[in-house]
């Protein structure tokens, strides 16, 4: 069998274990029922997930010029705390900023491969703990817009990780927290403006299981656009890491805006 569309980041489903879906287009993939199987990736060009040119992709999938243009790769994406909508300022497109940044976001911690605090929409919960490989976490703040949820990140990372080491989390070599206690010790950090956000009785941890039937003990990973052509037996999947056989994974979200085949 054989597939061909653009790489975006993989649809998931929390279950035991996690569903994984690639959109290919015209198809649908349950990434699951290809564990075990050998598959080979190919690249075939680039096509930009702004303009959909065959265009070498800079960063998160958008060419050099869609990425200083499109209001889809803001400085407030990755830096929440930068958000100005709130205050009716535009960045790139004030009333798409006011649809992203003026809902429900949350700051939560989360066991990838150490704890880490981060921030996201709360209509992306779970899915973005799944996206990060972490197998547990807990909900810190929920409040009105990102800039809230930006400085209580900036506040919190003086004191946790604000990053995941995507080696140690795809080797599985983690170590069970109890997340409760330590959102707990970390609450006193929280800054003035949103300590009323604080979401002192949800103390749920959710924990993920992702589908993974062989840990690798060293990774490496595969620049498909280098090589061009790659084949191996689908092993596991973390986080949007797909992890093969003889230990090479595939970062599906750093590679958006790759046309790639799939044959099965």
Known sequence: MQYQGVLKKMKTVLENPIQYYLDMHVDFLNMNQLLEKEITLTFVQYECLSCHKNKEIYRQGFCKNCFFETPNAGDW???????????????????????MQLKPNIVYLANSSD?????????????RWID?????AIEVVEVPNRYLAGIVEVALKNHVSDKT?????????????DLVSKKEALSKYI?????????????KETHMHFPVHQYPTKVKSLNLV??????????????????????????IRSNEGLVVLIEV
């Open 226 to 251: 280098k090589y061009q052509t790659y084949k191996g037996v689908l092993k596991g999947i973390k986080g949007q890491y797909l992890i093969f056989e003889d230990a090479t994974v595939f970062n």
């Open 115 to 127: 704890v880490k605090v981060g921030v996201t929409r709360k209509s992306q919960v779970p899915t």
């Open 191 to 203: 800054p003035a403006e949103a300590k009323a956000y604080y979401l002192d009785t949800n103390n």
């Open 77 to 99: 994406i990755l830096k929440p705390e930068l958000s100005t909508a709130h205050l009716g300022i535009e960045d790139r497109d004030l009333a798409f900023e006011k649809q």
């Open 165 to 177: 080491n995507w080696r140690k989390m795809l080797t599985n070599t983690i170590t069970d927290v």
């Open 132 to 136: 990060q490989g972490a197998h547990e």
